[in-house]
């Protein structure tokens, strides 16, 4: 689990009787349904943020407004620069380890 509590439990699995490893299991399987609704509830966030941005990028184009402004051309040409071949910009241990403190 998150609290390192099951982070050997691969190691030696012939020692373990069945009920140690349904119990590991259960353990397991309910911390993946909580990461996962974490995660339904931020995709949710994300969707409608975007949404919102959508709408007002929308409103100020419809009103002859900029959609990209100098700072999102610095900012593209800032990511096209550099070289993230798949890297995620967030340090997913150093993310697990902030998750693990706040519980």
């Known amino acids: 689990m998150a609290d390192g509590k099951h982070d050997d439990v691969l190691i030696d699995l012939e020692s373990k009787s069945n009920d140690e490893l349904r119990a590991v299991l259960n353990d ?3 911390e993946e349904q909580k990461i996962s609704y974490r995660r339904r509830v931020l995709h949710g966030k994300i969707d409608i943020l975007r949404a919102e ?5 929308k409103g100020e184009r419809e009103g002859g407004g900029d959609v990209i402004s100098g700072g999102d051309v610095e900012r593209l040409i800032e990511i096209l620069a550099s070289d993230l071949r798949g890297v995620s910009n967030v ?9 693990d403190e706040k519980a």
């Open 53 to 57: 941005l959508v709408s007002r990028l």
């Open 91 to 99: 340090d997913v241990a150093e993310a697990i380890g902030d998750e």
């Open 28 to 30: 397991l399987y309910e």
